[in-house]
């Protein structure tokens, strides 16, 4: 795999993620791509075109407070962000992305009659596994942590009458657009879920790219605030990671939480797009 290989630069984050947490923050970056095997040099140029910043920067948001300081300096309220019309400058993943949800009664079926096509894509956060009908993407998940095979099965497993063909070529345009190859391009999103799990999705979708929220506002912002056990279920079946933004979903504590796909790859998407919201101010 070369160097400009969007999951090549995900193996050296999430390398470099294990490393700080057993080194601690204080790591020197010539020490940090030392241990790595890297020179400076040659991190600094993997870092860069990861996330666009330099790795000195890009430090702040790998250490393991990160989320905490999310928490406290980029909290969203929901109930507001839905006021506020969802702005927001990086326009990543929420005003361009449209969805259509599919009805109680069809999702009961358990996707008979569906054509699903799939594939596996190269993406910033290591090996995507993509699925969509013709109306949009309905499944995305990672297999950097999982592996290839498990993530396909778990995909695949959520809609067990559907009609699977692997067509990646039915899907790239969609894919390119939600990681930021085609940042003008339509990436429409096919929502299979219970009405109650779609509820869920659609408020994660009202949550900022660089911020995050909490499970007890996703559940007040849904009309069920007691329910944080039912909204963390819905949250964790989310079929569409990254795009329906879960991993912006922390414990009111700070803590990370789950994550479906890996603890290491909700840490990179949310350093990703921290670092690309400028998140941290730079002492």
């Given amino acids: 795999m070369t160097d400009q ?10 390398r470099a993620l294990k490393i700080i947490d057993e ?6 970056l010539d020490d940090l791509a030392a241990r790595m095997g890297m020179s400076p040099s040659h991190f600094q140029r993997v870092f860069s075109a990861w996330v666009g910043i330099s790795p000195k920067r890009y430090q702040q948001y790998l250490t393991l407070d990160h989320a905490r300081r999310l928490l406290a300096d980029r909290f969203t309220v929901l109930e ?31 996707g008979e009659g569906l054509v699903i096509n799939w594939g596996w894509f190269d993406s910033p956060f290591g090996p995507a596994i993509v699925m969509g009908t013709d109306k949009g993407i309905c499944g995305m998940g990672f297999a950097a942590e ?69 499970y007890s506002e996703i ?20 079929p569409i990671s990254f ?15 789950g994550y479906h796909w890996g603890l290491p790859v909700k840490r990179a998407i949310l350093a990703w797009e921290a670092a690309r919201a400028d998140a941290i101010p730079v002492s």
Wanted: some cysteine; charged content about 15%.
């Fill in 80 to 110: 507001t962000s839905l006021e506020a019309g969802l702005s927001g400058g990086g326009r990543l993943h929420d005003l361009f992305l449209r969805w259509e949800a599919m009805s109680p009664g069809d999702y009961a079926k358990g």
């Fill in 23 to 28: 080194g601690g923050p204080g790591l020197s």
């Fill in 146 to 214: 999982m592996g290839h095979d498990p993530a396909l099965v778990d995909l695949t497993r959520r809609w067990p009458k559907a009609q699977f063909i692997e067509n990646a070529d039915a899907l790239r345009p969609w894919v390119q657009a939600a990681f930021g190859a085609d940042p003008d391009g339509p990436t429409p999103l096919h929502l299979i879920g219970a009405p109650f799990q779609i509820k869920v999705w659609e408020a994660l979708m009202r949550v900022p790219s660089g911020h995050v929220t909490t």
């Fill in 219 to 238: 559940a007040g912002a849904v009309g069920h605030p007691a329910a944080m056990r039912a909204v963390g279920t819905a949250v964790g079946r989310n």
């Fill in 5 to 14: 290989s969007p999951s090549y630069h995900y193996n050296v984050i999430a």
């Fill in 243 to 257: 795009l329906i933004p879960c991993h912006r979903a922390l414990r009111r504590d700070g803590g990370l939480g």
